[in-house]
């Protein structure tokens, strides 16, 4: 900390969400920011057993004392952040920038047809047509939204005043650095870059008020959707070892593969990682489960969860 940075290392579904959720409770940040593309996402976090599910807000929703902000680059499906805004009782503390770009019908309507959703495997989210719109400049944004009114904040401005007083941050990416438009394997990538430059550019801070980039890689690899997997194993071969999963927005079955060096050592470089988390280690060495780390970059005792 101060100000840091979390994204996906792989194809997302690394745990970003529960890593940001420890952070935040660990950490007590004035602020959380959500980067990444809108709510093709799904973060779970579990707290005192019960599991809790966002895609709007950010992961550190928990944090009663953490202010919760969307960045411009973010999309909104309006019906879906509300409930959430509910849902964590967060009316408070929740804001969103004036030019997030709004999800419509339409939108949704566009993503879930043959191409891009059976040949590239979206979400059917929206997300990519809603993006498309933004870049023809016809997209609607949060300030034409009555529901959004009171919601609306100058994010980049409430970010770096923070940061100018020394405060917490996290900024929050979404997916995974090899879902990114420009750094996965086109076309079966998301609607726009996702790698810790991207996600810091969503929010509205620049590169040299960053402190930690924090990469978050699974101890195997998943990817949900059409593309390219190395080495990937078959499902009865991921249900012998313990690796089925299922996405938390569509349900669908996750694609499996072991943990990928050469992707990982191009994703340290693609984000410029000065931390790493690695989730799932009791999954893939069921010898760890239980076992405590040190980490040695903060001298926090770390818990494997
Ligand atoms: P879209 O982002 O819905 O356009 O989907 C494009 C690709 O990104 C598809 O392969 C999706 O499965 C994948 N994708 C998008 N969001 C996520 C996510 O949050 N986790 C994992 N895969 C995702
Ligand atoms: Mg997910």
Redesign the pocket.
């Given at each position: 900390m101060p100000c840091v940075v979390v994204v996906?290392g792989f194809?997302?579904?690394e745990g970003k969400g529960k890593i940001i959720a420890y952070l935040a409770r660990q950490y007590n940040p004035m602020i959380a920011a959500r980067g990444?593309?809108?709510p093709?996402?799904?973060?779970t976090f579990v707290l005192n057993g019960k599991t809790y599910k966002v895609r709007m807000l950010p992961s550190a929703a928990l944090n009663d004392s953490t202010r919760l902000l969307l960045g411009p680059g973010v999309l909104i499906n309006p019906q879906i952040l509300l409930d959430e805004i509910r849902n964590f009782e967060a009316q408070d503390r929740v804001f969103v920038d004036s030019t997030c770009g709004i999800i419509n019908n339409d939108h949704i309507e566009k993503?879930n047809a043959e191409y891009?959703k059976t040949r590239?495997?979206?979400?059917?989210?929206?997300?990519?047509p809603a993006n498309s719109d933004r870049a023809l400049r016809t997209l609607r944004i949060a300030k034409e939204v009555p529901e959004l009114f009171e919601y609306i904040e100058d994010v980049s401005n409430a970010i770096n005043y923070s940061l100018d007083k020394k405060e917490r941050v996290i900024i929050e990416g979404?997916?995974?650095t090899f879902?990114s438009l420009y750094h996965?394997e086109y076309p079966?990538?998301?609607?726009k870059d996702v790698t810790s430059s991207a996600v810091c550019s969503d929010v509205g801070v620049g590169p040299k008020r960053i402190d930690e980039v924090l990469l978050v890689f699974k101890s195997y690899v998943?990817?949900?959707?059409?593309?390219p997997l190395k080495n990937e194993i078959d499902n009865d071969e991921a249900r012998k070892r313990g690796w089925t999963e299922y996405?938390?927005?569509?349900g669908?079955q996750?694609r499996a593969a072991p943990f990928d060096m050469d992707l990982a050592l191009r994703s340290i470089r693609l984000n410029s990682a000065t931390q790493l988390a690695l989730t799932k280690l009791d999954v893939a060495f069921p010898s760890c489960k239980g076992s405590d780390i040190v980490d040695r970059s903060t001298s926090l005792n770390m818990h494997i969860i």
């Open positions: 996906g194809f997302g579904d990444g593309v809108g093709n996402a799904g973060h993503d891009p590239l495997g979206t979400t059917g989210t929206g997300t990519g979404t997916q995974g879902l996965g079966f990538v998301t609607s998943t990817r949900v959707g059409q593309g996405g938390s927005v569509t669908r996750r």
